[in-house]
């Protein structure tokens, strides 16, 4: 299933998105906004794999909150204005619909999202999870080798990724979502948008944190099943 949201200041345009969404049986809609703030606030702490989004809005328009993103998830943009085709390009969104949308067309903008989201997955198979119990980081002007049992959690900040071990943390410029698709899924999980951590190194779950080394680190909504469903596959 790809989640998504809707996001338009038209009432009547979000209802006919809702409706088609619905209608594609590989689409699940998470949420529909009528402006991009809330929107914005909303994927923060729920993490989503498409938005449908509409171009010409008040306060904050499509372009500039495609551009606030540090890891936009995929972009459909919806809008009766064409001459914004070429930002569209250049801000590489899947496709481009043009308002009023007939089911055909988004049918084929959908479609095109899969494909695209299938051969990231592709890749990401080629290119392969680390195989070594070490991985080698580079950080300032050094390269030093981190074994996968000494870390503990690894947090996303404004530009870098900080990653805590038994010793001193080390920050990187690599993103953690390239640290959640390459280690081994059966000992790392994402619990929130800023956070990845050991499952071996958690000592106790407690409401909606988790304890690792004296460090109380939040689940957020969008990984809290996923999460739950790892820890209760382990009891």
């Known amino acids: 299933m790809i989640k998504c949201i809707a996001v338009d200041d038209e009432p009547l345009a979000l209802e006919i998105m809702e409706d088609y969404i619905r209608k594609v049986p590989f689409l699940t809609l998470a949420g529909k906004f009528e402006n991009a703030a809330t929107a914005l606030r909303f994927i923060q702490d729920e993490p989503v794999d498409l938005v449908f989004l509409d171009i010409k809005m008040p306060d904050i328009t499509g372009i500039q909150f495609l551009k606030s993103l540090k890891y936009p998830p995929l972009v459909v943009f919806t809008t009766a204005y064409g001459e914004y085709a070429l930002d569209g390009f250049n801000l590489d969104v899947v496709d481009y619909l043009l308002k009023p949308v007939p089911f055909e067309r988004f049918l084929k903008a959908a479609a095109k999202v899969s494909e695209v989201l299938l051969a990231s997955q592709q890749k990401g198979g080629v290119e392969g999870a680390w195989v070594n119990d070490y991985i080698f980081i580079k950080t300032e002007y ?65 409401k909606n944190t988790v304890m690792i080394a004296n460090q109380s680190i939040p689940i957020s909504d969008g990984y809290r099943e996923r999460f739950y469903e790892v820890i209760n596959r382990n009891s």
């Open 142 to 206: 050094k390269i030093i080798k981190i074994n996968l049992e000494d870390i503990l959690f690894i947090e996303a900040l404004k530009d870098y990724t900080k990653i805590y071990t038994h010793n001193l943390p080390v920050l990187t410029l690599r993103s953690l979502k390239s640290f959640e698709s390459r280690l081994p899924a059966d000992k790392f999980i994402r619990v929130h948008r800023s956070y990845l951590v050991s499952l071996n190194k958690i000592h106790c779950v407690e």
